[in-house]
């Protein structure tokens, strides 16, 4: 690691409330390869990550970054077309966090930014699209009356899942509650059934099934 690198790391301190996760828990909870993940942390979001560089760590908004870029990615759209408009729209809003606005769209080559109403393709020329053509594609984000992503739910069937950045250091819980999924797979590992769960931590089947579900996606 640069001496440059090692400075934005130290200097990138977590804030309560905005949720602390280690590249593993990136890993699990956006499906991602481990060593792809350590990669773009240690390359394009060193910035934003804290820790050491054994253990980098982001936020909850960096997270959803990661997430819109490999969203962006896997719609066809260029690595460097993706790190040319953050870097645009990060200096025109003066956000640091600029993937992690609500108004990102793509159109699977491009990608634009919707602000009053309109779509302007984030270039350096702000060239305006019709919507028509443009691709919505967050959809596992909720986001807050200030733009920016509030929540996140990694099961694509159901909300009943949520990473929150407010409860349990933004670990995935069940929503409404600040009970850890990884607490409920630990019981049913031990042996307690669904039906069990679901009694003692006064919650729906449903929930706990959802929980154990998360723990069974695939890339």
Not at 12 to 29: H, N, R
Not at 159 to 187: A, C, E
């Amino acid at each position: 690691m640069t001496e440059d690198k090692s400075k934005n790391i130290q200097t990138a301190l977590p804030k309560i409330g905005e949720g602390i996760f280690l590249t593993k828990d990136v890993s699990s909870i956006l499906l991602l390869p481990y060593a792809k993940v350590r990669h773009l942390l240690k390359s394009f979001w060193h910035g934003n990550a804290f820790g050491d560089d054994k253990n980098l760590a982001i936020n909850f908004y960096a997270l959803i970054e990661f997430y819109t870029f490999f969203q962006l990615r896997e719609l066809g759209v260029p690595t460097s077309e993706i790190k040319k408009a953050h870097s645009i729209l990060s200096k025109d809003l003066n956000v640091k966090y600029p993937f992690a606005l609500s108004g990102i769209q793509t159109d699977g080559k491009k990608i634009w930014y919707e602000t009053l109403g309109n779509l302007i393709k984030i270039d350096g020329k702000k060239q305006y699209a019709i919507k028509e053509f443009i691709k919505q594609f967050l959809h596992k984000v909720e986001f807050g009356e200030n733009s920016l992503a509030k929540r996140f739910y990694p099961l694509s069937n159901t909300k009943q899942i949520v990473v929150d950045p407010m409860h349990q250091f933004g670990q995935p819980t069940i929503s409404g509650r600040n009970i850890t999924i990884s607490t409920i797979k630990k019981l049913n590992d031990a042996g307690e059934t669904i039906n069990e769960i679901a009694l003692l931590y006064d919650i729906k089947e449903t929930q706990v099934v959802k929980a154990l579900e998360y723990y069974k996606r695939s890339a």
